[in-house]
Nanobody, 115 residues
Framework: QVQLVESGGGSVEPGGSLRLSCAASGFIFSSYAMSWYRQAPGKERELVAFISNAGGRTNYADSVKGRFTISRDNAKSTVYLQMNSLNSEDTAVYSC????????WGQGTQVTVSS
C-alpha cells in the first residue's frame, strides 16, 4: 500500500531553517510528480511546492519563492523541502502529496516559527 511519511518538522526561531523529508513507498516513486502542501490554523490548505517526476521542473507558491527549495532523490523514494528564512507566517502542518490514483497524503509534520 502507498505510504508517505514526513519528518523534519519542529520549532524554530524566525530566520531559521528546517529541512522536511517525505519517504514514499508502495508505488513507483520516480513515475510521479510530488508536492508539498501546508495548512495553518484557521486557513485552507495551500500548495507550497511542486516537483516533476524526474526533478527537472519545480514550481513554488509566491510566498515561499526564493526561500524554499523542493528536491527529490528517486533512488531513495524521498522528496525534500528545504526551508530557509522562516517567518511566523510559515507556521503550519506540512504534508506531502502523491497524485497516484485517488491521491495520497502523508500524516503531516508540524512547523512552528516563533521567537
Amino acid at each position: 500500500q502507498v505510504q508517505l511519511v514526513e519528518s523534519g518538522g519542529g520549532s524554530v526561531e524566525p530566520g531559521g531553517s528546517l529541512r522536511l523529508s517525505c519517504a514514499a513507498s508502495g508505488f513507483i516513486f520516480s513515475s510521479y510528480a510530488m508536492s508539498w502542501y501546508r495548512q495553518a490554523p484557521g486557513k485552507e490548505r495551500e500548495l507550497v511546492a511542486f516537483i516533476s517526476n524526474a526533478g527537472g521542473r519545480t514550481n513554488y507558491a509566491d510566498s515561499v519563492k526564493g526561500r524554499f527549495t523542493i528536491s527529490r532523490d528517486n533512488a531513495k523514494s524521498t522528496v525534500y523541502l528545504q526551508m530557509n528564512s522562516l517567518n511566523s507566517e510559515d507556521t503550519a502542518v506540512y504534508s506531502c502529496y502523491a497524485p497516484k490514483g485517488r491521491g495520497y497524503w502523508g500524516q503531516g509534520t508540524q512547523v512552528t516559527v516563533s521567537s
